[in-house]
């Protein structure tokens, strides 16, 4: 994942959100595992439309479990970033003590 360097702003200037990232629906908390395998699905939406990049290596549901259906890690977060105004959004979960979100950086 590679960003242009003009596209870096210094930590003192204030970044205007795009009408992309404006649009972009945030989830303050997940209430239960369905809310989080929704929005990694909805994540993978924005990634596919081409106005995002992440860090994630796979965003398929299948790649976070195992065989079992038991999940890979009790902890995961990646970075949403968008490829205009380089605003950043994060999603977390926890998936043992059942709490994430996906929210502005």
């Given at each position: ?16 959100m ?19 395998i929704?929005?990694?699905?909805y ?6 439309s081409?106005r ?7 965003l398929d549901?299948?790649?976070l479990?195992?065989?079992d259906?038991i999940w890979?890690?009790d ?12 605003q950043e959004?994060?999603c ?9 979100g996906?929210?502005?950086?």
């Amino acid at each position: 994942m590679t960003l242009k360097p003009d596209k870096w702003y210094n930590y003192f200037e204030v970044r205007q959100m795009c009408n992309n990232c404006g649009n972009i629906i945030l989830r303050k908390s997940f209430y239960s595992k369905r809310d989080f395998i929704n929005c990694t699905k909805y994540i993978k939406e924005l990634i596919d439309s081409g106005r995002y990049e992440t860090d994630a290596p796979s965003l398929d549901i299948d790649s976070l479990k195992n065989r079992d259906g038991i999940w890979t890690k009790d902890i995961f977060r990646f970075t949403v970033r968008c490829k205009e105004c380089c605003q950043e959004f994060v999603c977390y979960a926890d998936t043992y003590h059942g709490n994430g979100g996906f929210v502005k950086k």
